[in-house]
């Protein structure tokens, strides 16, 4: 029997009256393909996507996590999404301070060994295990994509440059999970 688990977005949008209201944004837009400055400068935007146009944003935010010298938080649905960018987040991990992984691995111990610098964090049996975060830090605080899988390839979620609702995110994966992430400056 499986167990059910209401929506991590949910409980997110629960805490701010209105941010689940806002408008959604088209980021598949090909005619229009942001920065992260754009997101930036937007503040919030909420979406609903496909794969493409999260990994796009994903390597923007990883991107940055390099270029600033920031921590990272990174969700994976399963073990093998993880394994499809490990290359690439090997290269990542060992440029930057600190990173959790989180995932739905069903044993973490399995999952590549990162630098130690890295935690690798199973959320196998919780309502993380359909997301797709990725957090970083900037000169405000805490940043980032947080977006849920809603099934046929398509994620419903948000981009926030509020370190109030991202600290909100990290305190809920930090409760669910037993953990202390901080990308607070």
């Not at 010298?69 to 990174?74: G, K, S």
């Not at 290359?87 to 590549?112: R, S």
């Not at 046929?152 to 109030?164: E, H, M, Q, R, V």
Request: contains cysteine; proline residues 5%; aromatic residues 12%.
């Amino acid at each position: 029997m499986s167990q059910q688990y209401s929506s991590f977005i949910q409980e997110i949008w629960s805490n701010f009256s209105g941010l689940a209201d806002t408008k959604l944004t088209d980021l598949s837009d090909h005619n229009i393909l942001w920065k992260l400055s754009e997101y930036i400068d937007a503040g919030y935007v909420n979406f609903i996507e496909g794969r493409k146009e999260l990994y796009r944003l994903s390597i923007l935010l990883e991107n940055y996590a390099v270029k600033y010298n920031a921590p990272l938080v990174a969700t994976f649905e399963t073990d093998e999404r993880y394994k499809y960018v490990k290359d690439h987040y090997t290269e990542i991990l060992e440029k930057i301070p600190k990173a959790w992984i989180i995932g739905n691995f069903n044993n973490p111990h399995l999952a590549p060994q990162p630098p130690k610098t890295t935690d690798v964090v199973s959320c196998d049996g919780t309502n993380i295990s359909d997301m797709w975060i990725v957090l970083t830090r900037g000169p405000k605080g805490p940043f980032g994509l947080v977006a849920e899988n809603m099934g046929d390839g398509k994620y419903k979620g948000f981009f926030s440059y509020s370190p109030t609702v991202i600290s909100k995110v990290i305190e809920n994966i930090n409760q669910k999970l037993k953990i202390k992430i901080n990308l607070k400056n």
